[in-house]
């Protein structure tokens, strides 16, 4: 469905999106038509990549805020951009790191 935006002029513009209570960032170009007498992005549309976290053995991995499994967690599906993988665990304590997944791609994250 076709966004209307107040204020602004047709042109190519960059945006970046923020998942709301969680580290993490996608960027898309976007194109701002004019339809009507009205601004319009046509579309923004995401893609998804696949993500693999190998830590210690039962480690609890944590992506958006939220507990997504134990680790090894294999090619679970993500939604591209810039995310902050958490892990949690007797032998890693919490560590963070940041990982870029790609449309169509598989992002591995070892931790030891």
Known sequence: ???RLAGVAPGSYRLSFTTR???GT?????EVVLKGDEATVVAITFGTGKLSVFAPRGSSVFLFGKR???APLRSV????????VM???PKVGTAREKVTISPGKTTTLHLR
């Open 1 to 3: 469905m076709p966004t």
């Open 21 to 23: 209570g969680a580290s």
């Open 26 to 30: 996608s960027t898309k170009d976007v």
């Open 68 to 70: 997504w499994g134990r």
């Open 77 to 84: 599906t993500v939604i591209e951009g810039t995310h902050e």
């Open 87 to 89: 892990v949690v665990g």
